[in-house]
């Protein structure tokens, strides 16, 4: 079966294969579905589920487990070989490609608010390893006992999950550990540990023969680069884009190409500025990519000290934002967050009145807020908290903005990403040198980082009532 061959030597081949019969298997799996075959339709999931995931297709292999786990029938769902394994009576699917197809549901169920394709995944994980352990490999069997300790609050239970696959024998399992890590740490604000753990993961995917993972590791380590201005950077989200290119995820490629293209760019690669004009030409149709490009473009802009330009592609951003369709909101707050920054610099150099600024930024924090409070992501909220930082220190609200800037970096803020731009001259006016810095930072290393969300929320209301 092709999906036996997703991870190792022969990935290339049969990813393209199944991408080539893909008509022929939505069919088969929809005439499995219908005849209510489980154990086919769990042979053919699988390999459809893994092909959209690495392509970027999450909403896709949602939308398909919710038949395969009866989520709208709960008739169904009471005789169903998949959810209550052997009290079905009923033939079941094999435990290997079950397990597989699970995992990859629940992994995938991370881009939507339903919780419900999760929770039924999980629950037939733990039926299959409670009456067929045997039957489901080492490998599956560790990343499916970790799963749960990712769902904790608790960075150190997540941290200890990573750490338990990392042990394992199985260099692909390897792979996943570290690269949990590498996330679990940039979200803690320990940026220097998630690169070591990023560029491990690369190789540990490269020894399993996994492109997707390497992508992934690869783009991780060029993405948490950029606030440190590495020179690196680049060479990373090149390889990243390359392997993304060899397995077919010509989205997620697109979208790292965009930010190697603002590094180019502002180093003066004239086509790397091109490619930047043609993606921000997107505007609605990739929302995303479009409105990074034009973010990209505002930076270049900006450092030829053409500020009307800067603010007219910011201008433009508000626009794509408004239009925004996409489930995904991690991008939405640094996007909205960047703007308002962008307003306020614009503001500071005299080409647009402070009222407008203050107005225009206001508006992009608090249409920031929701989506920055219900996000797991803590860099993610460290990046409204930075914007936030930056609109105190613009209207003098001193405790304020040094408070929204120690808890962004506490927490960790990937807002470079979209926009590498140092602090405003007001802000860093505000915060002074590193060592005037450090005894309010050190003050928070020693509270967790609950207490910082929870601060950063009472600052940021305060500031935009």
């Known amino acids: 079966m092709l999906a036996a061959h997703f991870i190792g030597p022969g990935q290339v081949e049969a990813l393209h294969r199944c991408a080539a019969e893909q008509d022929n298997l939505v069919a088969g799996l929809r005439w499995a579905m219908a005849a209510d075959d489980e154990p086919a339709a769990v042979d053919v999931a699988t390999a459809l589920f893994h092909l959209w995931s690495v392509r970027g297709l999450h909403l896709e292999v949602l939308a398909w487990a919710r038949g395969l786990l009866h989520i709208d029938d709960p008739q169904r769902r009471l005789r169903s070989t998949i959810l209550r394994g052997a009290a ?11 397990a597989w197809t ?4 629940s992994v995938n169920a991370g881009v939507s608010a339903d919780l419900r394709p999760a929770v039924l995944a999980r629950r037939a994980l733990r039926t299959l390893l ?43 399992v390897q792979g996943l550990g570290l690269f949990a890590r590498a996330a679990v740490r940039e979200n803690g604000g320990l940026p220097e540990a998630s690169i070591s753990d990023a560029e491990q993961a690369y190789h540990r995917f490269e020894a399993a023969g996994d492109h997707w993972g390497m992508a992934m590791a690869a783009g991780a380590v060029g993405q948490f680069l950029v606030p440190g201005g590495d020179a690196r950077s680049a060479e990373w989200l090149t390889r990243s884009v390359r392997h993304m290119e060899l397995v ?18 502002l180093t003066g690669d004239a086509e790397a500025e091109r490619r930047l004009g043609e993606t921000a030409a997107l505007g609605q149709a990739e929302q995303i990519d479009a409105a990074q490009a034009l973010l990209g473009l ?30 995904q909101p991690q991008p939405r707050v640094m996007l909205r967050a960047t703007a308002a920054i962008i307003y306020l610099r614009v503001a500071q150099v005299g080409r647009v009145s402070g009222t407008d600024a203050t107005i225009q930024a206001a508006a992009m924090l608090s249409l ?21 930082a930056e609109f105190a220190a613009y209207r003098g609200d001193v405790e304020a903005a040094r408070e929204l800037a120690v808890l962004a970096k506490r927490i960790g803020t990937q807002i470079e990403m979209f926009f590498p731009f140092e602090n405003g001259e007001r802000l860093n006016a505000i915060l002074g040198n590193e060592e005037q810095r450090e005894p309010l930072l050190a003050a928070w290393r020693e509270r967790p980082p609950a207490a910082a969300v929870s601060r950063i929320r009472e600052l940021m209301d305060d500031l935009l009532a």
């Open 102 to 105: 699970c995992v990859v549901i």
């Open 248 to 265: 077919g995820a010509t989205q997620d490629a697109r979208s790292i190409r965009v930010r190697l293209d603002v590094q180019l760019a």
């Open 130 to 172: 409670t009456e067929r352990p045997a039957e489901v490999s080492s490998r599956l069997t560790a990343i499916a006992s970790a799963l749960p300790g990712f769902d904790a609050a608790d960075v150190e239970q997540s941290l200890k999950s990573a750490t338990e696959m990392v042990a394992h024998p199985d260099p692909y």
């Open 368 to 388: 920031a807020r929701e989506d920055a409070l219900t996000s797991r992501d803590l860099p993610v909220i460290g990046a409204w908290a930075s914007g936030g």
């Open 88 to 98: 079905s009576g009923r033939p079941l699917p094999n435990a290997e490609r079950l």
């Open 298 to 327: 505002a930076h270049l802009a900006w450092q030829r000290e053409r500020y009307d330009e800067a603010l007219a592609h910011a201008d433009e951003v508000t626009r794509v934002l408004a239009g925004w369709v996409g489930p």
